[in-house]
C-alpha cells in the first residue's frame, strides 16, 4: 500500500531559526516527490517538484532534498520568519498514475 | 489569489438537506479534482475529471455526486450526508492529469462543510 509518513507531526521554532521537516514513502514505482505548504483556512500551494533523479530543488528560504534510494526526503527551512507557519505536506506520486499520495502534514509554528 | 474559486467557503447542512459546491478555474487547465481533507488525515482524493470526462470515482458514497459541465467549472451535490462527512472539501486542477507531467496541481481554499 502506498504511504507517505512525516515527521515530526508539529514544530515549534523561533523567527530566524531554520528547521529540518521529515518525509519517508512507500510509493512504488515512484515518479515524483512534492512539498506544499498549506496555511491556516487556505488550500495546499505547491513548494517543490522533483522527480527521482533530482537530489535537491530550491524555491527562495525553500530546500527540498531527495534520496530515491532510501525514499526519504526533507525539507528544510532557512532564516524562518513568522509567516512560514503554516502545515508542510509532503506528496510522493506513482509512476503512470494519477494519484498523488499525501502524508498527514508537519504543523510549523515561527513564534517570535 | 490561486486561480481557483471555491464557494461557498462555510456550509452548515442538515443530514436530510440537498447542497451543491461549487469550483471554477481560470488558468486554462484540462483537469480537475475534488478532496477530502479531515482533521489529521491525509487529503483524499474523491473525484478526477479530464477535459469534463470523469477518470477516476475514488469508492466515494453516492451521497456525493459530482458533475464538470465544461473544463473551468466543477460541482460536486451533497445528499443525505452523514456527521462524518464535516470536512474540508478541496478542489484543485492542473493542467493535465498525469502526474509524470510534473504539472503542479493548484488548489482553492475550500469549503468547510459543517452536518449536523
Known amino acids: 500500500k502506498n504511504q507517505v509518513e512525516q515527521s515530526p507531526q508539529s514544530l515549534i521554532i523561533l523567527e530566524g531559526k531554520n528547521c529540518t521537516l521529515q518525509?519517508?514513502?512507500?510509493?512504488?514505482?515512484?515518479?515524483?516527490l512534492r512539498w506544499y505548504k498549506q496555511d491556516t483556512g487556505r488550500g495546499p500551494v505547491s513548494l517543490t517538484i522533483?522527480?527521482?533523479?533530482?537530489n535537491t530543488k530550491s524555491n527562495g528560504r525553500y530546500t527540498a532534498t531527495l534520496d530515491a534510494d532510501t525514499k526519504q526526503s526533507s525539507l528544510h527551512i532557512t532564516a524562518s520568519q513568522l509567516s512560514d507557519s503554516a502545515s508542510y505536506i509532503c506528496v510522493a506520486t506513482g509512476a503512470g498514475s494519477y494519484q498523488l499520495t499525501f502524508g498527514k502534514g508537519t504543523k510549523l509554528s515561527v513564534i517570535p | 489569489e490561486t486561480g481557483v474559486t471555491q464557494t461557498p467557503r462555510h456550509l452548515v447542512m442538515g443530514m436530510t438537506n440537498k447542497k451543491s459546491l461549487k469550483c471554477e478555474q481560470h488558468l486554462g487547465h484540462n483537469a480537475m479534482y475534488w478532496y477530502k481533507q479531515s482533521a489529521k488525515k491525509p487529503l483524499e482524493l474523491m473525484f478526477v475529471?479530464?477535459?469534463?470526462?470523469?477518470?477516476e470515482n475514488n469508492s466515494v458514497p453516492s451521497r456525493f455526486s459530482p458533475e464538470c459541465p465544461n473544463s473551468s467549472h466543477l460541482f460536486l451535490h451533497l445528499h443525505t450526508l452523514q456527521p462524518e462527512d464535516s470536512a474540508l472539501y478541496l478542489c484543485?486542477?492542473?493542467?493535465?492529469?498525469?502526474?509524470?507531467?510534473?504539472?503542479?496541481?493548484?488548489f482553492g481554499d475550500g469549503t468547510r462543510l459543517s452536518i449536523l
Open positions: 518525509c519517508n514513502y512507500t510509493v512504488s514505482p515512484f515518479s515524483n
Open positions: 475529471y479530464s477535459l469534463e470526462e470523469r477518470v
Open positions: 484543485a486542477s492542473s493542467q493535465d492529469h498525469w502526474t509524470e507531467h510534473l504539472e503542479p496541481q493548484h
Open positions: 522533483m522527480t527521482f533523479s533530482e
